[in-house]
């Protein structure tokens, strides 16, 4: 069965401070692997794609890394803000089309001043 | 250009009453997607539709959950009747059908009594 593991379940930082959350998978075969960011109250937002062949992929404060030959992805946040606190979700894809997901159960980011 | 449009936002009901969710997709968006995420979870898919057609209902239950996408634009999700484990976010999201991407609406949020 295809599975999406994420660590830890939740996470209290200071303001300023960058953390990593962790993604563990057994989906196979695999297409690309997906962080969201949900914020309370809102749908999920992607923040990053990553295929196969890449290893790491930033979107300002936001870098992902992906090993896929140990199935593990990671999200650093560096120089947390408030406006961090969400839940970050961890999706591996089967297909190109993206229409095989498999969500990973969250991550809930709180971020204090 | 606006996202994906869900309504009502919350909604309250009694158990045995029936409830129904209503999406309007991104523009140009063939694929749409119902999801039921329970509180701390990631969201679980219901249904995809391709237009108009429903390509993946493997996991509706379809006893008391129905849904449907009148000219393959706007959907409607029902549930008759609602039981008290139906209490969760109902989000629905779209994709053009070959594009990775799924944009996600605010979701609605039941709350069977």
């Known amino acids: 069965k295809n599975q999406v593991e994420q660590s830890p379940q939740s996470l209290i930082i200071l303001e300023g401070k960058n953390c990593t959350l962790q993604c563990n998978y057994t989906v196979s075969p695999f297409s690309n692997l997906r962080w969201y960011k949900q914020d309370t109250g809102r749908g999920p937002v992607s923040l990053t794609i990553?295929?196969?062949?890449?290893n790491t992929k930033s979107n300002g404060r936001y870098t992902a890394t992906l090993d896929a030959d140990t199935k593990q992805s990671s999200l650093h946040i560096t120089a947390s803000q408030l406006s961090d606190s969400a839940s970050y979700i961890c999706?591996?894809?089967?297909?190109?089309?993206?229409?095989?997901?498999?969500f990973g159960g969250g991550t809930r980011l709180m971020v204090k001043p | 250009e606006a996202g994906v449009v869900q309504s009502p936002r919350y909604k309250i009901i009694e158990k045995k009453q029936p409830v129904a969710f209503w999406c309007n997709p991104i523009s140009g968006h063939n694929t749409l997607y119902w999801y039921r995420q329970n509180l701390g979870q990631g969201p679980e898919l219901l249904i995809r539709y391709e237009n108009e057609e429903a390509v993946d209902d493997s996991q509706l239950p379809k006893d008391r959950f129905s849904a449907e996408r009148l000219k393959g634009v706007d959907s409607t999700l029902k549930i008759q009747p609602a039981e008290l484990g139906d209490s969760a976010v109902y989000l629905c999201a779209s994709s053009l059908v070959l594009e990775d991407t799924q944009y996600f609406g605010p979701g609605t949020r039941l709350t069977v009594l």
């Open positions: 990553m295929t196969f062949s890449e």
């Open positions: 999706v591996v894809s089967e297909d190109n089309a993206g229409n095989m997901l498999t």
